[in-house]
């Protein structure tokens, strides 16, 4: 990137959303500028904060939110798998959109929040690094390798600094026995998040969301220099959820990406 980055203004897409909710509140005050947008209610903008209806979909407001940012976090699109017909142009058109309203405007930075569904084939006996190859899950896994590899090619072709963060299960608590493996909290999120905006200088890297979990099967020791010290961990809640004796169908269970991969299964041995 050249000379040290300093992140003062901030644009968050997809701020009305659950984990936007939560930056929004946990950045609050860090930065000269939280500009937010969403094609959903924002609220009254606070201190520091400017909220604007934006929809990725339209080329020109996507520009003019981009307007004296230093660093995108980019949250929207569909957070679920869905059909081509909506993940096409919510997550592979507006996140392209994004990208390129971003380089156009001189952003130098982009977080953009994948998930762990671009890899969610890997078998859970495997763990696994940012260095295996994708193996999406879903309609929506795809949409977050496209997003990965867009980032890549700013990265490498226009000279943008981008994160891209595989998230695991966004979620006050863990939820199921997968969750004791996958889940990310609030204040770990946050914390993620801000590593990405302040780090001073890096290319492009793939970190995994996710907590200090006892279960964890993913790792984040290549990107040790950025400084994410996840504290919480899924396995205070482990008795809970054990005591449910809730089961996962046995495909869900053998991969990554849990009911993802299970969802339209159709292979025969
Ligand atoms: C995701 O990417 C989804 O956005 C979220 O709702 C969860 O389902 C999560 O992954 C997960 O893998 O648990």
Redesign the pocket.
Known sequence: MGENFVARNILITGAAGEIGSVLRKGLAGRFDLLRLTDIKPLGPAGIGEEVCEADMQDQGAMASVMKDIDCVVHLAGI??EDSWENILPANVIGCAHVFEAARIAGVRRVVFAS???AI?FYHRDQRIDANVVTRPDSR?GVS?VFGEAIGRLYADKYGLSVSCLR????RSRPEDR??LM?WISPRDTVHLVERCIVHPDYHYFIVYGVSNNDQNMWDNSEVEWLGYRPRDNAEKFALDIMARGEEEDPVAKAYH??S?CSAEFSVTS
């Open positions: 957070p679920l998930s762990n569904h969610g929506y977050k998230i695991g299960s966004f997968r969750q996958t990406g849990g993802f």
